[in-house]
């Protein structure tokens, strides 16, 4: 069993940046691949970014290839999301998801947090 809960969202002016954090509890953080999720009102939820368990592959979706950056601390058992370059269309509702299997398509996601609201104003 995994918990996650994500921090760093808040309002943002078009071109700034925010540092996402999420802190897993529960044993084994190491063993888990790490995916960011958002959704945005009205929308359905959609892949952000993934990263393997070890940190070495990180995968991106086109939206934010450039922008955002995915890494890890397993000795702290968090995973982050540096978001640079925020553009009004990244405001939305940011989970963090593991998961032991391959791909980054959220129904390979088998634990999920809460979420943190990301705003960007033009």
């Known amino acids: 069993q995994v918990q996650l809960v994500e921090s760093g969202g808040g309002l943002v002016q078009a071109g700034g940046s925010l540092r996402l954090s999420c802190v897993a509890s529960?044993?084994?953080?190491?063993?888990?691949?790490m995916g960011w999720f958002r959704q945005a009102p009205g929308k359905e939820r959609e892949f952000v970014a993934r990263i393997s368990s070890g940190g070495s592959s990180l995968y991106y979706a086109d939206s934010v290839k450039g922008r955002f950056i995915i890494s890890r601390d397993n000795a702290r058992n968090t995973v982050y999301l540096q978001m640079n370059s925020l553009k009004p269309e990244d405001t939305a509702v940011y989970y963090c998801?593991?998961?032991?299997?391959?791909?980054?398509?959220?129904?390979?996601?088998?634990?999920w947090g809460q979420g943190t609201q990301v705003t960007v104003s033009s």
């Open positions: 998801a593991a998961t032991r299997a391959v791909g980054y398509t959220d129904s390979v996601f088998d634990y």
């Open positions: 529960g044993r084994s953080f190491w063993s888990y691949a």
